[in-house]
């Protein structure tokens, strides 16, 4: 059975941090990627970052890169969204799903996704 966990989401204040946590199960390390997406009140879903946890390679939307980090501890299976500098318009729930490991640069799409995980809320205050 297939299991993405996602947690730490929160309210924080524009400018600081959070670190989201993907605990995943079910899914092979080598054989899917792991994206992060977000969807805020009234909008479409949209992919936020993705990393190939084959050699690491990391994907971001224009509208985080710089201020978001993503990173996987294959150990604990486990990937990890830090996110600084946040404004208010990064509030939303964020999600994370399993993407095909060839499909890892086209993550954003989300008919792409074969596994969603339950979200999470973040709430940035102005």
């Known amino acids: 059975e297939v299991q993405l966990q996602a947690s730490g989401g929160g309210l924080v204040q524009a400018g600081g941090s959070l670190r989201l946590s993907c605990a995943a199960s079910g899914v092979t390390f080598d054989d899917y990627a792991i994206g992060w997406f977000r969807q805020a009140p009234g909008k479409e879903r949209e992919g936020v970052s993705c990393?190939?946890?084959?050699?690491?390679?990391?994907f971001y939307a224009d509208s985080v890169k710089g201020r978001f980090t993503v990173s996987s501890d294959r150990a604990k299976n486990t990937v990890y969204l830090q996110m600084d500098s946040l404004k208010p318009e990064d509030t939303a729930v964020y999600y994370c799903?399993?993407?095909?490991?060839?499909?890892?640069?086209?993550?954003?799409?989300?008919?792409?996704?074969?596994?969603w995980g339950k979200g999470t809320l973040v709430t940035v205050s102005s």
């Open positions: 990393i190939r946890r084959t050699d690491g390679s990391t």
């Open positions: 799903a399993a993407v095909p490991t060839h499909y890892s640069e086209q993550y954003y799409y989300p008919k792409l996704v074969h596994y």
